[in-house]
């Protein structure tokens, strides 16, 4: 029989049951479990993991538990560079991309908002959310933990807040968006760059008084619809300040 004694830190204790949470346990592992087979087996998403410990030692996800072994788990290191020791992740993604689940549709729209490319659909299903995440390099944002134990997902993200601002600003945090945000540069219908028109081809589609009030205006070449610097944009700027003030 195989024993393995774990510890999970930080915030991946929230998907521990509460006698779990912030300290040692030992409990009995399946024959030939990995790493990664029995984080998951107890609650964790292979995907909020970042680094794994097994008696000190930095190892793999499929590496395969020991008796003995001590084991433990840690989510991404906000304030420590550690990708010395990093294991379980064979490679980042070059571009920040996502696919968000039905339920996050207000996020979905708060990313594109500060430029990330960011499929949304209310009508996707599991299997094809994983499948886009796979094929495109995407990662998977989600308050579903069974989705981001899929084999396929390589990168996502469990998404602990329930309102989309908050989440907006736990992905910040989480994926230290602030500099790579470009806000306002996508269209946030249809998730594709906006360019910019001059306000004599917008005076041709405005009412005058708009037009009068403003001086830049954007435009979505599939949808064409006309984005300009008004209320709706204002207050969006209110939201995304204090998060791109660390850049
Ligand atoms: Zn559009």
């Not at 915030?11 to 479990?33: G, K, M, S, V, Y």
């Not at 993991?49 to 003995?68: K, W």
């Not at 339920?103 to 094809?128: I, P, V």
């Not at 390099?137 to 993200?157: A, F, M, N, Q, Y």
Request: with cysteine; glycine share 4%; net charge neutral.
């Amino acid at each position: 029989m195989t024993r393995a004694t774990f510890r999970f830190y930080e915030e991946l204790n929230d998907f521990l049951p509460a006698e779990r949470r912030r300290q040692a346990f030992t409990c009995i592992c399946a024959r030939a479990a990995t790493v990664k087979h029995m984080i998951e087996a107890l609650g964790v998403p292979h995907t909020e993991v970042e680094l794994v410990l097994v008696d000190g030692e930095s190892v793999g996800f499929e590496r395969l538990l020991h008796d003995g072994d001590r084991v433990a788990v840690y989510p991404k290191f906000e304030a420590l560079d550690i990708s010395p020791l990093l294991k379980v992740r064979e490679r980042p993604l070059r571009r920040l991309r996502f696919v968000a689940d039905a339920h996050l549709g207000g996020l979905a729209h708060l990313l594109r908002m500060s430029g990330f490319d960011t499929l949304y659909d209310n009508h996707f299903a599991d299997e094809q959310i994983a499948a886009i995440a796979e094929q495109q390099g995407r990662i998977v944002l989600t308050r579903d933990r069974e989705l981001l134990k899929r084999r396929i997902i390589s990168h996502g993200c469990y998404v602990h807040a329930l309102k989309p601002a908050q989440q907006l600003r736990e992905l910040f945090e989480r994926l230290d968006l602030a500099r790579s945000a470009r806000p306002f540069s996508l269209c946030l219908h249809c998730n594709l760059p906006l360019s910019s028109i001059d306000k004599e081809e917008a005076a041709e589609r405005l009412p005058s008084r708009l037009c009068a009030c403003y001086s830049r205006f954007y435009t979505c070449n599939a949808c064409h619809r006309l984005f300009w610097e008004g209320s709706h944009w204002r207050s969006m700027v209110a939201l995304l300040g204090p998060l791109l003030d660390d850049r």
